[in-house]
């Protein structure tokens, strides 16, 4: 199956500090790639939506001078948290669609395994 | 009202026993659905997805109800293992875009 990896897997930062999370699609070219973040006991929320080659899309209420965006290749796609704050502490998990679109199968969203960041 | 609404739980079920539980959406327009499990602290799974007709994958069978905008998925004979959270998901549009729900945790009791 579709393989998604993030690196690092836990971070813990200084408030101030600016860290960067790596999404990638292992075996497979992924034309969009999601951002969620997830706080205890809550569903996950989709923060942004990245396609190759353009800027993302960000739902509101996400500031995109916070979490930027950078999805360079088919197959990488990263998250830069600027700035951390406590209040940032979350678990981020990103996913990448497969397909180009149409039919039910390329509904699907191969996850990766989560970055666990602590802003202290 | 939330996109997506679930029955927090948890619902505390001997092996064994069959367990049920639904999930409505608000958005009449969504074409695509899912159920997700996730275990702590680890990523969401795809469990199955929800077709109209329904479908059954072993002991887990979904369905989906257009008219009263609910899911639902059931788990019959249930083990030990079956212990998880099981995320409703729904896509906002053609776009993969998928809304969750805040996920129904399930307690498989021995």
């Keep these: 199956g579709a393989v998604v990896s993030q690196h690092p897997s836990r971070v813990i930062c200084k408030s101030g500090t600016s860290v960067k999370i790596e999404c990638r699609s292992l075996d497979f070219q992924a034309t969009t790639m999601f951002w969620y973040r997830q706080f205890p006991k809550q569903s996950l929320m989709l923060m942004a939506t990245s396609n190759e080659g353009s800027k993302a899309t960000y739902e509101q ?4 001078d916070k979490f930027l965006i950078n999805h360079a290749s088919l197959t990488l796609s990263t998250l830069t948290v600027t700035s951390a704050h406590p209040e940032d502490s979350s678990f981020y998990i ?4 497969v397909g180009s679109g149409g039919s039910s199968d390329t ?8 970055t666990r960041l602590t802003v202290l | 009202r939330k996109e997506v609404e679930q029955d927090p739980g948890p619902f505390n079920v001997p ?5 049920a539980f639904n999930c409505t ?3 009449s327009a969504s074409q695509s659905f899912f159920w997700y499990r996730q275990d702590c602290r680890k990523e969401p799974k795809l469990l199955m997805s929800v077709y109209s007709s329904g ?3 072993g002991r887990f ?3 989906l109800n257009r008219a009263s905008q609910y899911i639902s998925l059931l788990i019959r004979d249930s083990k030990l293992s079956d212990s998880a959270t099981y995320l409703c998901v729904v896509n906002r549009d053609s776009n993969y875009q998928l809304i969750w729900g805040a996920g129904t945790k399930l307690i498989i009791k021995p």
């Design chain 2, 55 to 57: 479908n059954e994958d």
């Design chain 1, 61 to 64: 209420g996400v500031e995109k």
């Design chain 2, 15 to 19: 092996e064994g026993a069959t367990v």
């Design chain 2, 61 to 63: 069978t979904a369905q």
């Design chain 1, 94 to 97: 990103c996913s990448a669609a």
């Design chain 1, 107 to 114: 509904d699907t969203q191969y996850f990766g395994p989560g």
């Design chain 2, 25 to 27: 959406y608000s958005n």
